[in-house]
């Protein structure tokens, strides 16, 4: 019985290495929980058993013990990279025919082509639906869904009225030369405003202002505005003529008195006409130099996803182009009961079993559940020089064993060769 004593203590020390080498491979990755190999001695005996004169024969792997202490944090600047501070796992629905969810605590998420939030497997992050505030309208299991970031928001709307409030210098002169919009020195002043079609597509409306010369003893001064959109004129009732603004002596704005009506125009790359009014009704002329104090336009473009953002309690945030921002979910988490009983099934996953219990649903900051950061991640809690230290322990237990059993050996071959 030694022999298999002997061997008992091989074997343990054996997984115990192992597992010792499966926590020093997975050293460096995210999410990993380390497992400890917990041992039990293996005693025969019964009620007619003497307890001073019992022998032991061996060892038996109990259990390797996952540890769920939480993992060195690392700042990455990424805000889909999520770690939970605390206790909670990330719930992800796996790929395929047959998905399922696991569960996992490695937060590097990354949006795949379809805009979908996913892990490295292309498993995808679960999420409560939330209303515009945030807050959640389903719970549990059953009221999960995966994160797909939108890819516009909002839709376009042309633009039909145009505010421009300027200060044209009172101390400006009037240019010598026919206007020609390609030669700066035929007005004195222009200004560029971003308008948009019936499509979002945003277009130019350029406004040149020429000076013109002033009457003898005239009180009031006027400025002739040329209107283009994108290269083309703008005309009213049919007129390319330009616009006049007049300014009375104290630079009061006395014309026009209601905004410029244009003509409806088809923009480049568009089918549909559109006609703009122009409101020039907050514009100055004193002797500062040219400036625009203030512009508006009605139209929007639709808004293309230009950034995601999760806060603490998970909600994720998408922003877009047109200053639009929509809450899109609250990032779901999951515990357990007994999180040691959960089955590892690879790539950081876990799955829940009889022995962890069913997962509780939850989100970040509730009881039983740990905090949400954005932009770290969570490394493994393998700590090298422990592992280390322990792996040189199993060996000099695999060593000692393997001596017993070699002592046994000899002594077994002494008996054999002994000669009657």
Known sequence: MTFYTSLSGLQASQTDMSVISHNLANVSTAGFKKSRTEFADVIASNLASDPTKIVGSGTVVKANRQLFTEGNLTTTGSALDLTISGDGFFAVKTGGTNPQVDYTRNGRFLVDTNRNVVDAQGSALQVYPVDSDGNPTATGADGMTSLQLPQVSGTPKASSAVSLDVN?????????KAFDRTDPS?????TAT???????N?????????RQ???SGATSTNWSVYSYLGSQPLTVNGSAAPQTMTFDAKGVLTAPAAPISFDPVTPTGSTTTQALKLDYSGSTQVSSAFSVAARSQDGKAAGQLSGVSVDDAGVVTASFSNGDT???GMVALANFNNPT????VGNSYWSSTGISGSATMGNAGQSGFGGLMSGTVEGSNVDITEELVDLISAQRNFQANAKALDTQSQITETIFNIRS
Do not use: H, M
């Open 194 to 200: 971003t308008v948009y079609d019936s499509n979002g």
């Open 186 to 190: 035929t007005y004195n002043n222009a």
């Open 341 to 344: 009983g959960l089955r590892q």
């Open 213 to 215: 010369p002033a009457a």
């Open 326 to 328: 929509k809450k899109l």
């Open 202 to 210: 945003a277009e130019t409306l350029t406004n040149y202002y020429v």
């Open 168 to 176: 044209l210098s009172s101390a400006a002169a009037a240019p010598t």
